[in-house]
Protein backbone atom coordinates (compact mmCIF):
# COMPACT_ATOMS: atom_id res chain seq x y z
CA UNK A 1 0.00 0.00 0.00
CA UNK A 2 1.26 3.50 -0.87
CA UNK A 3 0.25 6.80 0.87
CA UNK A 4 0.80 10.11 -0.55
CA UNK A 5 0.34 13.35 1.70
CA UNK A 6 -0.06 16.35 0.55
CA UNK A 7 0.79 19.63 2.79
CA UNK A 8 1.62 23.86 3.02
CA UNK A 9 -1.84 24.83 1.87
CA UNK A 10 -3.11 28.09 2.69
CA UNK A 11 -4.52 31.66 2.05
CA UNK A 12 -1.60 33.78 1.18
CA UNK A 13 -1.94 37.82 -0.64
CA UNK A 14 -1.46 38.37 -3.97
CA UNK A 15 1.95 38.78 -4.96
CA UNK A 16 3.57 36.23 -2.06
CA UNK A 17 4.77 32.74 -1.89
CA UNK A 18 3.96 29.52 -0.90
CA UNK A 19 5.51 26.55 -0.83
CA UNK A 20 3.74 22.75 -1.08
CA UNK A 21 5.12 19.83 0.34
CA UNK A 22 4.16 15.68 -1.19
CA UNK A 23 5.35 12.92 1.03
CA UNK A 24 4.94 9.16 -0.69
CA UNK A 25 5.24 6.22 1.91
CA UNK A 26 4.86 2.59 2.20
CA UNK A 27 5.45 -0.65 -0.11
CA UNK A 28 7.81 1.81 -2.76
CA UNK A 29 10.37 -0.09 -4.71
CA UNK A 30 11.00 3.14 -7.05
CA UNK A 31 9.63 6.34 -7.85
CA UNK A 32 9.53 7.36 -11.21
CA UNK A 33 7.52 10.82 -12.14
CA UNK A 34 5.72 13.39 -9.60
CA UNK A 35 3.48 15.64 -10.35
CA UNK A 36 1.13 18.70 -9.12
CA UNK A 37 -2.09 19.38 -10.26
CA UNK A 38 -4.92 21.91 -9.90
CA UNK A 39 -8.34 22.09 -10.16
CA UNK A 40 -11.18 25.19 -9.61
CA UNK A 41 -14.75 24.68 -9.59
CA UNK A 42 -16.17 23.93 -12.95
CA UNK A 43 -12.90 23.43 -14.42
CA UNK A 44 -11.04 20.38 -15.33
CA UNK A 45 -7.79 19.16 -13.41
CA UNK A 46 -5.13 20.90 -15.35
CA UNK A 47 -1.58 20.34 -15.19
CA UNK A 48 0.64 22.69 -12.87
CA UNK A 49 4.19 20.96 -13.23
CA UNK A 50 6.15 17.91 -13.46
CA UNK A 51 9.55 15.86 -12.91
CA UNK A 52 10.90 13.04 -13.98
CA UNK A 53 13.15 10.81 -11.65
CA UNK A 54 15.67 12.15 -13.94
CA UNK A 55 14.66 15.71 -12.26
CA UNK A 56 13.28 16.84 -16.26
CA UNK A 57 10.71 19.41 -15.29
CA UNK A 58 7.47 20.08 -17.03
CA UNK A 59 5.54 23.22 -16.58
CA UNK A 60 2.10 24.61 -17.43
CA UNK A 61 2.24 27.94 -19.48
CA UNK A 62 0.22 29.70 -16.33
CA UNK A 63 2.93 29.37 -13.87
CA UNK A 64 5.62 28.90 -16.13
CA UNK A 65 8.64 31.29 -14.75
CA UNK A 66 6.63 31.52 -11.19
CA UNK A 67 6.62 27.88 -9.57
CA UNK A 68 9.47 25.42 -9.03
CA UNK A 69 9.43 22.00 -8.71
CA UNK A 70 11.93 20.09 -7.02
CA UNK A 71 12.17 16.65 -5.23
CA UNK A 72 13.97 14.75 -3.08
CA UNK A 73 14.61 11.10 -3.94
CA UNK A 74 16.08 10.09 -0.43
CA UNK A 75 13.18 11.19 1.20
CA UNK A 76 9.99 10.37 -1.67
CA UNK A 77 9.18 13.91 -1.63
CA UNK A 78 7.87 16.58 -4.26
CA UNK A 79 7.38 20.41 -3.67
CA UNK A 80 5.88 23.23 -5.11
CA UNK A 81 7.37 26.61 -4.90
CA UNK A 82 5.33 29.11 -5.54
CA UNK A 83 6.27 32.87 -5.88
CA UNK A 84 4.09 35.97 -7.43
CA UNK A 85 0.99 34.28 -6.81
CA UNK A 86 -2.25 35.74 -8.21
CA UNK A 87 -5.99 35.31 -7.54
CA UNK A 88 -6.62 32.54 -10.69
CA UNK A 89 -4.09 30.32 -9.22
CA UNK A 90 -6.24 29.64 -6.10
CA UNK A 91 -7.24 26.18 -6.31
CA UNK A 92 -7.07 22.72 -4.69
CA UNK A 93 -3.88 21.36 -5.64
CA UNK A 94 -3.30 17.66 -5.90
CA UNK A 95 0.15 15.57 -5.90
CA UNK A 96 0.25 12.44 -8.01
CA UNK A 97 3.37 10.28 -7.46
CA UNK A 98 3.81 7.12 -10.44
CA UNK A 99 5.07 4.74 -8.35
CA UNK A 100 6.19 1.02 -8.78
CA UNK A 101 5.04 -1.00 -5.61
CA UNK A 102 3.64 -4.73 -6.22
CA UNK A 103 2.68 -3.08 -9.68
CA UNK A 104 3.44 0.32 -11.52
CA UNK A 105 0.76 2.85 -10.88
CA UNK A 106 -0.22 6.75 -10.16
CA UNK A 107 -1.32 7.13 -6.99
CA UNK A 108 -2.96 10.59 -5.92
CA UNK A 109 -2.86 12.79 -2.45
CA UNK A 110 -6.27 14.07 -0.73
CA UNK A 111 -5.52 17.11 -2.33
CA UNK A 112 -4.31 20.99 -0.33
CA UNK A 113 -6.18 24.34 -0.66
CA UNK A 114 -4.44 26.98 -1.77
CA UNK A 115 -6.11 30.46 -1.61
CA UNK A 116 -4.76 33.96 -3.29
CA UNK A 117 -6.41 36.83 -1.99
CA UNK A 118 -6.29 40.13 -0.49
Known amino acids: QVQVVESGGGLVQPGGSLTLSCAAS????????MGWYRRTPGKQRELVAS???????NYGDSVKGRFTISRNNTKNTVYLQMNSLKPEDSAVYYC????????????WGQGTQVTVSS
Open 26 to 33: GSIFSIYA
Open 96 to 107: NVDVRSSVRRGY
Open 51 to 57: ITSGSTT
